[in-house]
């Protein structure tokens, strides 16, 4: 580890080809080492780490909230092409990048093959193969290979699913902060850049690892079906590198160029396609109301057999106790009537209600944007 400078009668540290930048930032004051004896050299460089990790283990670790998700531009048009490709197929992939205060770059990703018509085990074990020997490949590169999260595409803004807090959890036993960029290919096709980011809240995740969904525990956390999901705002950024060759490369097109796309009123597909999943999210939502009227009608019939049996019970006790003989218990753990009855999870409902108020926002600024282009179409035709 150390060597000794010809000419100079010191001892230089050498620090070996594979060096952490930590390790740098900690070694740089003892880069250059003078000749006194060994015991000077062990008290320089190992007595002060000893004491500065110390002071880092009692000082209590200060958690920054994640305000920001900062993509760079290379990374979406990776995911644009990857979801585009393979429509109307659904895909994911992976998000590499650091985590850095408030703010999670994503500075590269990608894509998970899609394999049909094989075994879930086979899939799952090629997949995880997979993912190692691309993180390998990558750092062998010297490319960033950390998992920040992962992407997915979606049809119509469809993402709210059991599925999705499940993978959120996986990545979260290892990933203390993780997101999931979702991408509509449909909707960027109408003038949108449908991307967003999103991480599951820290109530709901204590809640979910309890699983229990009932009434009573939901309205003792306060939660509610807003509280589920949050979305973090996306930031796209380039180098200055990267923004100096678009410059290059952009086209100098003349000021008289017409562009009627912002004109067109084909609003029909995506409007009828809303409509039809709102449609079934609300006879979903629906079939869910129908479980809870069908628990609580149950629950109020026990409640009435419950008090009708006691109440017998209790004219029972009262003729044995004058005929001297010893009262029976009011409360019988082996009667069918005293067993709870299970109440149903309300996580379904809070999901099926998150997704109408998707469609619901969907459809609003669709239809906004549509009733600008149709009142100036009217005032041109006038």
Same mark, same amino acid.
């Given at each position: 580890?150390?060597?000794?400078?010809?000419?100079?009668?010191?001892?230089? +540290?050498?620090?070996?080809?594979?060096?952490?930048?930590?390790? +740098?930032?900690? +070694?740089?004051?003892?880069?250059?080492?003078?000749?006194?004896?060994?015991?000077?050299?062990?008290?320089?460089?190992?007595?002060? #780490?000893?004491?500065?990790?110390?002071?880092?283990?009692?000082?209590?670790?200060?958690?920054?909230?994640?305000?920001?998700?900062?993509?760079?531009?290379?990374?979406?048009?990776?995911?644009?092409?990857?979801?585009?490709?393979?429509?109307?197929?659904?895909?994911?992939?992976?998000?590499?990048?650091?985590?850095?205060?408030?703010?999670?770059?994503?500075?590269?990703?990608?894509?998970?093959?899609?394999?049909?018509?094989?075994?879930?085990?086979?899939?799952?074990?090629?997949?995880?193969?997979?993912? +190692?020997?691309?993180?390998?490949?990558?750092?062998?590169?010297?490319?960033?290979?950390?998992?920040?999260?992962?992407?997915?595409?979606?049809?119509?803004?469809?993402?709210?699913?059991?599925?999705?807090?499940?993978?959120?959890?996986?990545?979260?036993?290892?990933?203390?902060?993780?997101?999931?960029?979702?991408?509509?290919?449909?909707?960027?096709?109408?003038?949108?850049?449908?991307?967003?980011?999103?991480?599951?809240?820290?109530?709901?995740?204590?809640?979910?690892?309890?699983?229990?969904?009932?009434?009573?525990?939901?309205?003792?956390?306060?939660?509610?079906?807003?509280?589920?999901?949050?979305?973090?705002?996306?930031?796209?950024?380039?180098?200055?590198?990267?923004?100096?060759?678009?410059?290059?490369?952009?086209?100098?097109?003349?000021?008289?160029?017409?562009?009627?796309?912002?004109?067109?009123?084909?609003?029909?597909?995506?409007?009828?396609?809303?409509?039809?999943?709102?449609?079934?999210?609300?006879?979903?939502?629906?079939?869910?109301?129908?479980?809870?009227?069908?628990?609580?009608?149950?629950?109020?019939?026990?409640?009435?057999?419950?008090?009708?049996?006691?109440?017998?019970?209790?004219?029972?006790?009262? @003729?044995?106790? @004058?005929?001297?003989?010893?009262?029976? #218990?009011?409360?019988?753990?082996?009667?069918?009537?005293?067993? #709870?009855?299970?109440?149903?999870?309300?996580?379904?409902?809070?999901?099926?209600?998150?997704?109408?108020?998707?469609?619901?926002?969907?459809?609003?600024?669709?239809?906004?944007?549509?009733?600008?282009?149709?009142?100036?179409?009217?005032?041109?035709?006038?």
């Amino acid at each position: 580890m150390f060597c000794h400078a010809r000419f100079t009668g010191r001892w230089i +540290l050498h620090l070996g080809p594979f060096v952490c930048r930590s390790h +740098l930032v900690f +070694l740089r004051s003892a880069l250059v080492i003078p000749w006194p004896p060994a015991q000077y050299v062990f008290v320089q460089l190992f007595a002060a #780490p000893v004491r500065s990790f110390a002071q880092a283990a009692a000082t209590e670790e200060t958690v920054v909230p994640l305000r920001v998700v900062q993509i760079d531009g290379l990374v979406v048009l990776k995911i644009v092409k990857h979801c585009k490709e393979c429509m109307p197929a659904l895909v994911t992939g992976q998000l590499l990048g650091l985590d850095i205060g408030s703010i999670l770059e994503v500075t590269n990703c990608f894509p998970f093959p899609s394999r049909g018509g094989e075994e879930e085990d086979e899939v799952e074990a090629d997949g995880a193969n997979y993912q +190692l020997e691309m993180m390998r490949c990558l750092r062998e590169v010297n490319v960033d290979n950390n998992t920040v999260g992962w992407y997915q595409s979606t049809y119509m803004g469809s993402y709210q699913t059991v599925e999705l807090i499940e993978t959120f959890l996986n990545y979260q036993e290892n990933i203390k902060r993780c997101v999931c960029i979702i991408y509509d290919p449909l909707r960027s096709s109408q003038g949108i850049v449908a991307l967003k980011a999103l991480r599951l809240t820290d109530a709901f995740m204590e809640l979910y690892r309890t699983e229990n969904f009932k009434g009573e525990k939901l309205r003792e956390k306060n939660m509610t079906w807003t509280d589920i999901f949050e979305e973090i705002p996306v930031k796209i950024s380039n180098s200055s590198l990267v923004s100096a060759v678009m410059t290059e490369l952009e086209t100098d097109a003349p000021a008289t160029q017409c562009d009627f796309d912002r004109l067109v009123l084909s609003t029909n597909p995506f409007m009828e396609k809303n409509l039809e999943f709102l449609i079934e999210c609300m006879d979903d939502l629906g079939m869910e109301q129908q479980k809870f009227q069908y628990y609580y009608r149950n629950l109020s019939r026990q409640q009435g057999q419950q008090q009708a049996w006691l109440q017998k019970r209790r004219a029972e006790n009262m @003729a044995r106790r @004058a005929s001297g003989e010893e009262p029976l #218990p009011e409360e019988d753990s082996n009667n069918p009537l005293f067993k #709870p009855i299970p109440e149903p999870s309300r996580l379904d409902s809070y999901l099926i209600t998150n997704q109408v108020n998707n469609y619901c926002n969907q459809i609003n600024g669709f239809a906004a944007q549509s009733l600008s282009k149709i009142y100036l179409m009217d005032a041109l035709h006038e």
